[in-house]
């Protein structure tokens, strides 16, 4: 259990328990059940068969996502109602009523299956180089035709069984919480305690690039990722993110953006999951037939960011981006909330957002660099590009971040 502390005065208390199973712990078989469940959760539990017309009293609705290790259901109340939420939202998670017409019901209006074109072209190359990253399919992760329509309800109800516990389990709140009253709440839920812990299903790629041809594009889309151990200290990575990051300020701008730009965006950002961590650094290139001399450009831009210390004035400037970035993830308790599951590391007492500045102000240029120079290397690059042109040497792109 995790208690956040937003600013004082906030009327609003935000609770989410986090289960810690999702679609990349999905054999081929049963793809697709961790979204289906939670959608079944949503269907009535033991002592609240009607959960919409609970929370509707309070004005709100619990909610959440399936993601690729997790599910979360969440709500935000007012003060004074959280306490007649909360058990609400545990009866629900832990205590499903799994009625057979309801849950086959609930079948025949699942989602079933992505495709790519659900997603942007820039959206799309994210997706393409984590799925290469992190061994995933996303176009797998609501389930298949054949996976779904095989799927039994004693499929779902072992699903639950096997996950849906307190060894594997999170709850998140974040407000002005009484903690006695919390704990009090917690055990008459009656949660099951033990459980398994599920294990990560790898899906093989043969490659660490993906290019797709869309000749209806008109810009060529990038997403380069960098592999690191999910374990490591993770501030450092945030800082290295700013560095490569969407701001006028940022060392990659101008070589990219202004001096013969050859990007029209740029961004960078973190993901974790337990088993690895990635830096992403997304480029739209500005046109097509000049892939080459965009990735040349690319090249120099990390090169410099490996080789040398960036100045004191531009370490002070990440660290007051880090800052302002906490500073708004802690102002509401659903911003803290949010941040909190995409921190990762569960199996580590989170150090709260005070805890999180001060060790920013600990890094030195001279870390950055080292970590620059150790993460953006060949052997732990992935990439993915969407565009109209003929597929590039990527291969030859990747081995010259050795150079």
């Not at 708004?328 to 909330?337: E, G, I, K, V, Y």
């Not at 240029?365 to 969407?386: G, H, I, N, T």
């Amino acid at each position: 259990m995790t208690i956040l502390k937003p600013p004082p005065q906030q009327p609003f208390i935000a609770a989410a328990v986090v289960v810690h199973v999702g679609w990349r712990h999905e054999p081929p078989a049963v793809a697709g059940i961790s979204h289906y469940l939670e959608h079944v959760h949503y269907l009535g539990s033991r002592r609240y068969p009607n959960i919409d017309a609970v929370t509707a009293r309070y004005g709100l609705q619990i909610n959440g996502p399936t993601e690729a290790e997790s599910t979360t259901f969440a709500f935000t109340a007012l003060r004074e109602d959280f306490f007649a939420v909360l058990p609400v939202l545990l009866d629900m998670v832990f205590h499903p009523r799994f009625e057979p017409q309801a849950v086959e019901s609930e079948r025949q209006h699942a989602d079933v299956g992505v495709a790519p074109t659900d997603y942007t072209p820039w959206e799309w190359v994210e997706v393409k180089a984590d799925d290469l990253l992190f061994g995933t399919d996303v176009l797998t992760s609501l389930g298949t035709p054949q996976s779904m329509a095989a799927m039994t309800l004693e499929d779902l109800q072992a699903w639950q069984q096997r996950y849906y516990h307190w060894g594997n389990s999170h709850l998140l709140v974040a407000g002005d919480v009484d903690a006695a009253a919390l704990q009090e709440t917690v055990a008459a839920a009656q949660v099951p305690v033990s459980g398994e812990r599920p294990t990560v299903v790898h899906r093989r790629h043969g490659h660490r690039w993906y290019y797709e041809q869309r000749p209806e594009v008109h810009n060529p889309e990038m997403f380069l990722a960098f592999r690191f151990p999910a374990h490591h200290d993770l501030v450092p990575y945030h800082l290295l993110s700013v560095l490569l990051g969407n701001y006028a300020y940022a060392p990659v701008f101008r070589p990219l953006r202004q001096e013969a730009p050859v990007a029209y965006m740029h961004a960078s950002n973190l993901r974790v999951l337990s088993t690895e961590g990635r830096l992403g650094f997304y480029v739209g290139l500005a046109r097509a037939g000049e892939e080459d001399q965009a990735w040349g450009r690319i090249l120099q831009v990390l090169r410099a960011i490996k080789r040398r210390p960036v100045s004191e004035e531009t370490l002070a400037w990440a660290k007051r981006v880090f800052r302002i970035n906490l500073l708004q993830q802690a102002s509401t308790p659903m911003r803290a909330l949010r941040f909190r599951r995409a921190w990762g590391q569960w199996e580590r007492p989170f150090p709260g957002f005070r805890a999180l500045a001060s060790r920013a102000e600990e890094v030195t240029a001279q870390d950055l660099q080292r970590l620059a120079a150790s993460l953006l290397v060949p052997e732990r690059a992935f990439l993915a590009m969407v565009g109209p042109s003929p597929t590039p040497d990527v291969a030859h792109w990747l081995a010259a971040l050795g150079d």
